[in-house]
């Protein structure tokens, strides 16, 4: 069963830094594009990031490209996004999942920028 637990949200002004944690139960992880999304207040589900298994490539939505940065740890299977210059549009819960996504979300984790 694959399951994902994301962490390391929380509130923090504009200007500032996250870095968001996910856990993942996938016996096939190491073999998985990884991607980070995310779901701000009366918007649909957006693509914020993704990483190749092998960290070869990473690419990013052009909202967070220069700020966001997205890795991954395949012994620990744990897939990370670091959050620099938050800017009040960041605000949203942020989940993990393959790319392309399978059913099943985690509870994501809610990041909130403020001015």
């Known amino acids: 069963q694959v399951q994902f637990s994301e962490s390391g949200g929380g509130m923090v002004q504009v200007g500032g830094f996250l870095r968001l944690s996910c856990a993942v139960t996938d016996l096939s992880f190491v073999y998985r594009d990884m991607a980070w999304f995310r779901q701000g207040p009366g918007k649909p589900r957006e693509f914020v990031a993704l990483?190749?298994?092998?960290?070869?490539?990473?690419q990013y939505a052009d909202a967070v490209k220069g700020r966001f940065t997205i890795s991954r740890d395949n012994y620990k299977n744990m897939v990370y996004l670091e959050m620099n210059s938050l800017k009040p549009e960041d605000t949203a819960i942020y989940y993990c999942n393959r790319r392309p996504p399978m059913d099943g979300w985690g509870q994501g984790t809610q990041v909130t920028v403020s001015s």
């Open positions: 990483i190749a298994p092998d960290n070869s490539r990473r």
